[in-house]
């Protein structure tokens, strides 16, 4: 079986690495060729060792005879499908194409996924929306409804997401939690100062930073919670980046951190990593304080009490799955009202960390379990 994966924006966003690295695994008898907006990213991040890697995209011979007939025709779709020729080529020699954005349908009408996703059904190819989360705005788009109603199958990765497409009318749709549950975890040797269970892993993005509704909020909350951590406890520090895209790097607010805090020897800066290796450090903290989805994807899925910075639909909906509410493990940004409001969430995940646990104990090897069974949903397909 052959199958296409694509849009991926590529490794530097090690959430996107880890869902490739768990699709890759949980259907690893097919035949795969990823189609990467950075495939240098990818093959720095090990990617290349797995799959074939490819751009979906293709330089344009302004002189060439297509360019010029697609130029002066005046179609837009026409002249986007000669960029698109290196997937859409591919495609003829696929079985289906999974679509592993997780959220892409959250940003904005992306055209180009659009027009892909028509070529390749054009050709009686099958597509699958891979471990989605969508907010309603966006179901709610005629657009973008059009394109969800011609999947074969959308598997939606939290029941937030899965009950909005099924009240819509969407009938293939299945539920089973985010792929990369089922990554490993490659445990390199701990940095100095960082206490094997007995560390608070900190995750802190420009992403949530930009929907922060007061200026400078989200920042102070983060320095807040970690003076409290540092004056009421033994515990370390450990400031963990999950995405390193040039315009959209973790490590700049981790580094105003770090630096916030360098002179009491207890909190220590991450070096960037691959998804498993960045997995093995979060897996032993004591607690994990994340913005990114796949950090606390990471983290959950080690047992490890987390608390999530939260800006849409995909952290509410996850943590509702796991633990039955959002209440108490999810405070988004756009609440963030106040200087002290991320401590006191955290107060609440040290107070209850015996009971979190137990919880862990009792459901997350069958939540696990349950991620590898949406292979079942490509295999009847």
Not at 143 to 158: G, N, Q
Not at 272 to 282: F, N, Q, R
């Amino acid at each position: 079986m052959k199958i296409i994966l694509s849009p991926h924006g590529g490794s530097g966003n090690h959430g996107c690495e880890a869902i490739v690295r768990s699709t890759l695994s949980m259907l690893e008898k097919a035949d795969f060729h990823l189609f990467s907006s950075s495939p240098e990213e990818d093959t720095r991040y090990g990617l290349s060792d797995l799959c074939k890697i490819s751009s979906p995209q293709k330089p344009i011979n302004r002189f060439s005879i297509p360019y010029l007939q697609a130029r002066i025709s005046g179609n837009q779709e026409r002249f986007d499908r000669l960029v698109f020729d290196p997937i859409i080529k591919a495609a003829r020699e696929s079985d289906m194409m999974l679509s592993i954005g997780g959220d892409n349908y959250c940003y904005g009408i992306n055209d180009h996924i659009l027009l892909v996703n028509r070529a390749i059904r054009k050709m009686g190819k099958k597509t699958v929306l891979w471990g989605c989360s969508i907010e309603q705005d966006a179901i709610d788009n005629n657009v973008v409804f059009e394109d969800l109603s011609a999947f074969d199958s959308i598997i939606a990765r939290e029941s937030i997401t899965y009950n909005s497409l099924k009240k819509k009318g969407l009938k293939r749709v299945s539920l089973f939690p985010d792929p990369a549950f089922q990554l490993n975890r490659i445990d390199l040797p701990l940095p100095k100062d960082f206490k094997d269970g007995n560390t608070v892993g900190i995750n802190i993005s420009p992403m949530i930073i930009s929907y922060e509704k007061n200026e400078g909020s989200t920042f102070k909350n983060y320095v807040r919670l970690i003076e409290y951590i540092l004056t009421s406890s033994d515990m370390n520090v450990a400031l963990i980046p999950h995405v390193v895209w040039a315009h959209n790097d973790d490590r700049k607010p981790l580094l105003q951190l770090y630096e916030h805090f360098a002179y009491t020897g207890r909190v220590i800066l991450l070096e960037d990593a691959t998804s498993p290796e960045l997995k093995g450090y979060i897996a032993r903290c004591r607690f994990f304080v994340a913005a990114r989805t796949h950090a606390s994807i990471a983290a959950y899925s080690e047992s490890v009490p987390t608390l999530v910075v939260g800006y849409s639909v995909k952290a509410r909906g996850i943590a509702r799955d796991i633990f039955g509410t959002e209440d108490n493990y999810v405070i988004p940004v756009q609440s963030l009202t106040k200087d002290n409001q991320l401590t006191e969430a955290f107060k609440y995940l040290y107070r209850h960390e015996t009971d979190i646990k137990k919880h862990y104990a009792s459901m997350m090897k069958q939540y696990k379990a349950k991620a590898a069974e949406a292979v079942n949903d490509i295999l009847k397909i």
